[in-house]
């Protein structure tokens, strides 16, 4: 009755005759028939390439004036159908969800005037989202900012309603329209999706990329992530990228699709690239950290048929437990946490809906589980890269066979973070920054236990004292320095990601590579050294023909050939004595003692 009604006032105030009214005929119909479709753009994980999911685009039928979603909107407000042409899109949405990965999100646009959605909040698609192994964590509801958002109070409590649920919520079109900070604060995202209108030329525009600065660290303090929109160059994703932007969206990485597209080829090339030129930079030194397995604890486990009654009586009997693993067959399948089950059970029908289900209806699926081997810093690294609802979610530890161990609190990774790095500082050589006997000692007693072939170097520089005295403990402290830097830089250049180099005190350093990577990096050591202190000789007026050499002792570190790191140290001050004894910057393999085949360089 009341669209009939509406359809007669849109008679009279159009004119029967009228193009407008046929327009307007035609919107109603596509209406009614549910005629439209959605295209599906991807947003990306700028650091790796990965599709963190997909925005849900709304488009008419083709062909039809109503095919661009500008018009179909315009038509949908003046004929105050707004509420009805959004509830058909999310169906249409929702109808995709069988294509999402359990780390996927499909985002949904909300408009602030039609956000109390029974479908999404009373409705059969909870059923259909466990259908497909999902919950509503993978949903992202998207308040547009293009409309004022007239009273708050009503706004704020419909959002928490949603947030009962399970749905994580994004501000949309941030920065453009009526969009300011209050909303933000107001609905507390999980994501800030940046206009296009901040994004476009960001690389040539100082102004928008201080505003973008502030945007992250923003983001950062509360909480949430942040999205840019609109990115449709190579420059302006690596200008966003610099400021620290995580996720964007546009052209560039990926067009609106029929289906759920990945991120263009072109695109994937660069941040490949990125992510291999931000890996080839790093400077720090590898921390040494233990595997998880030395950390990890254990707490209640039960089956997925399990009641939700049973989980809620455990939590009510037992306050220190604050996580349950949901296993099958021994292997972990999901988690629940307390919080996150208190929110679901405190909502308006949460008992009456839930309390007798399953415990797999209201687990998180796709709980972050690690190896037992896996290094702490690594997992610290996933746990908090985390949607901001699961940041504080336990971590599940498996065994070979994927089969359950025990789990690790965020909590308990920081603070042995925290120690380690400490730890580090205070053994680290003070001068160079690289690990010291402590670290060292550990690594060389790791890599004994390790199947691959890897090679021991133990540096030390020659004629190092006479400099020190000659010219000033100032410029001894440059020489060490820079020796340490050019350690540093043939791992970068010609080892691989698991080498390690460390600062065994004065002028002695130590370096491990893997086998395959020795050879060149020793060629670089050696070609390089002489010209990486030539501004100190310079600088210094050391015109009596003096220069600095290195003497390079390698040992082969295979498979059960030494029991300790003292057997290692006694191979390597034997090889290293003979080293010494040859002129010039030279490597002496252990292998080469035997034979004379030495590999020198010239110096001087």
């Not at 003070?430 to 890897?454: A, F, H, M």
């Amino acid at each position: 009755m009341y669209t009939s009604v509406k359809r007669a006032v849109h008679m009279a105030k159009y004119g029967v005759t009228s193009e407008t009214y046929t327009n307007v005929t035609q919107f109603h119909k596509l209406l009614s028939e549910e005629n439209v479709s959605m295209r599906f753009m991807p947003i990306i994980h700028l650091p790796d390439g990965e599709t963190l999911g997909w925005e849900a685009l709304a488009r008419g039928p083709v062909d039809s004036l109503f095919e661009s979603p500008a018009m179909l909107f315009k038509y949908a407000e003046e004929t105050d159908s707004v509420f009805r042409l959004e509830h058909i899109c999310r169906k249409r949405a929702m109808d995709q969800l069988r294509y999402l990965k359990p780390s996927q999100k499909l985002f949904i646009n909300l408009d602030p005037r039609a956000i109390d959605d029974p479908y999404l909040l009373r409705g059969e698609v909870f059923s259909q989202i466990e259908q497909f192994g999902l919950n509503p964590h993978n949903i992202v509801l998207e308040i547009t900012e293009r409309h004022a958002i007239s009273n708050y109070a009503v706004f704020r409590k419909i959002i928490e309603e949603y947030r009962k649920k399970g749905y994580l919520i994004a501000v949309d079109d941030a920065g453009a329209g009526y969009s300011s900070l209050e909303s933000i604060t107001e609905i507390y995202p999980d994501f800030i999706k940046l206009d296009m209108s901040l994004i476009r030329n960001v690389d040539v525009d100082p102004i928008k990329q201080a505003l973008l600065e502030t945007f992250v660290q923003f983001a950062n303090k509360v909480g949430c992530k942040i999205i840019a929109e609109g990115i449709e160059t190579q420059r302006e994703l690596e200008t966003l990228m610099e400021v620290g932007v995580a996720y964007g969206q546009g052209y560039y990485l990926g067009r609106p699709d029929k289906g759920m597209t990945h991120v263009r080829g072109e695109a994937l090339n660069f941040l490949r690239f990125m992510q291999e030129k931000r890996t080839s930079g790093r400077e720090e030194p590898l921390l040494f950290t233990p595997a998880m397995s030395e950390i990890l604890v254990k707490t209640i486990c039960m089956d997925k048929q399990e009641r939700v009654r049973r989980v809620h009586e455990i939590f009510e009997q037992n306050q220190r437990i604050e996580s349950v693993v949901v296993l099958e067959k021994g292997k972990p399948i999901g988690l629940v946490m307390r919080f996150q089950l208190y929110q679901i059970l405190g909502g308006q029908y949460g008992i009456a809906l839930y309390y007798e289900r399953p415990v797999s209806q209201v687990m998180n699926a796709n709980p972050l589980t690690v190896d037992r081997d896996d290094k702490l810093d690594e997992v610290a690294r996933q746990a908090m890269a985390r949607d901001s609802h699961h940041l504080y979610d336990v971590v599940i530890i498996t065994g070979e066979e994927k089969e359950y161990l025990g789990i690790v609190t965020v909590q308990s990774l920081l603070d042995k973070m925290a120690s380690i790095k400490l730890e580090m500082a205070s053994s680290a050589n003070p001068l160079t920054g690289l690990p010291g006997n402590i670290q060292i000692e550990r690594e060389l007693n790791k890599r004994i236990k390790q199947k691959e072939s890897q090679v021991v170097i133990y540096c030390d520089l020659d004629r190092f004292k006479w400099f020190n005295d000659r010219y000033g403990f100032e410029v001894g402290d440059q020489i060490i320095v820079r020796t340490a830097n050019l350690l540093k830089e043939a791992v970068r250049c010609y080892g691989s990601a698991t080498d390690f180099v460390g600062h065994i005190g004065g002028d002695d350093f130590i370096v491990i590579t893997q086998e395959s990577c020795a050879a060149e990096l020793v060629s670089f050591l050696i070609n390089a050294f002489s010209p990486y202190y030539i501004d100190i000789y310079e600088k210094r007026r050391m015109g009596d023909g003096s220069v600095l050499s290195m003497s390079m002792a390698g040992v082969r570190l295979t498979p059960g050939r030494y029991a300790n790191v003292e057997a290692i140290a006694e191979r390597a001050a034997f090889v290293k004595k003979l080293a010494k004894e040859l002129p010039g910057t030279i490597f002496l393999d252990e292998w080469d003692c035997a034979a004379d085949d030495v590999h020198t360089a010239s110096q001087g």
